[in-house]
């Protein structure tokens, strides 16, 4: 199973804080996402949880978990998270397929992307550019200097019971560029997903997307 907040997720519209000033964080992400054709920067993500039995409660939620790397997306639905540290790992999807690479254990998987990347947050920012087709966006309030909406996702019948491992999805924004992504699970784990040195509307070759494994390495193919 992939280890993976596909999160992921990403980039950023570059303006000034006078043209966002009063747009609402709804209307900024579906510029972002209309806007951005590409993009690259760097992640941190971090697994958070509630202190539990003799834990100090004013310390507030504890980080469990925290990996740091760098992403590229190319819209619609090619994108690299890169796990840097503090182990190596690369999910990368190009157009067709998902690929997980884990270095430590020399492991490839493959599996088709179709509705495993629509019905995940990774559609909010590196899929096709209609969030609302997939999500209804709810307005949240300002808070750690960011703007923050909420992503509800909509109850789709033709879905099994919903692909989607999140109860909650919330991203804040500044000035047009989505800055923090936080995911919440039924058990109530949070992850913070924060965005920097985001450049939008770059370059890319398309051979960065493509994958192959090193020889000996072990190849999974998930259908």
């Known amino acids: 199973m992939f280890k993976i907040i596909s999160a992921v997720f990403l980039a950023a519209v570059c303006a000034s804080a006078n043209v966002y000033a009063d747009d609402s964080a709804a209307d900024q992400l579906r510029q972002f996402v209309r806007n951005s054709k590409t ?7 971090q697994q958070l949880r509630t202190p ?32 840097q540290k503090p182990y190596e790992q690369k999910l990368i999807a190009d157009g067709k397929q998902l690929i997980l690479w884990d270095k430590d254990l020399n492991q490839a998987t493959f599996r088709p992307s179709g509705q495993a990347l629509a019905t995940t947050p990774a559609a909010i920012l590196f899929g096709e550019t209609s969030l ?13 200097g960011m703007k923050w909406v909420d992503l509800q996702p909509k109850k789709d019948p033709n879905t099994k019971g919903g692909d989607l491992p999140y109860t909650k999805i919330s991203i804040g924004m500044v000035d ?28 890319i070759a398309p051979s960065r997307f493509v994958f192959k494994p090193p020889q000996g390495a072990e190849v999974l193919r998930l259908n």
């Open 39 to 45: 993009a690259e920067g760097d992640f941190v993500q």
């Open 52 to 83: 539990r039995g003799d834990e100090p409660k004013d310390k507030g939620l504890k980080v469990v978990r925290q990996t740091q790397g760098h992403f590229v997306f190319q819209r619609p639905g090619r994108f690299i998270w890169d796990t």
């Open 132 to 144: 609302d087709q997939h999500f209804d966006l709810v307005e949240g309030q300002e808070r750690l």
């Open 176 to 203: 047009g560029l989505p800055k923090a992504l936080e995911l919440t699970d039924g058990l109530g784990s949070l992850v913070l997903v924060t965005l920097s040195q985001i450049q939008l509307n770059i370059n």
